[in-house]
């Protein structure tokens, strides 16, 4: 659950991708690194790290770095236990913690 308006706003934007919510769906089943992830979901690694850093930053998944067996660090990937509820009086209580336009790191459209 969020605490301010910016807050929510990173959430609804992190989620309101749909390369995004095949991520959190597929982390919910299990806790993976990029590599397998990447061929799970059939997209590039580079485009699967864009939208794991947003999903990060707006706090719906955390990564660790573990060293497999033949040497190499590894990326692992799992979601954070959240939860969305959206109604009209969420809204109403966020609101008013909204800051300016700029400071929220929403899913960036707009933007020049």
Known sequence: MWTTGDELLRQLGALGNPHRLRI?????AERTYVSKLARELRISRALLQVHLRKLEAAGLVTAS?????DGKTMRFYEVTPFAVVLTPEAI?????TLTTPDS?????????
Do not use: I, T
Request: overall charge negative; charged content about 20%; cysteine-free.
């Open 65 to 69: 770095s573990e060293v497999g067996a």
């Open 92 to 96: 109403a209580a966020a609101a008013p």
């Open 24 to 28: 959190v769906a597929a982390l919910s």
């Open 104 to 112: 929220v790191q929403g899913d960036g459209e707009g933007r020049k």
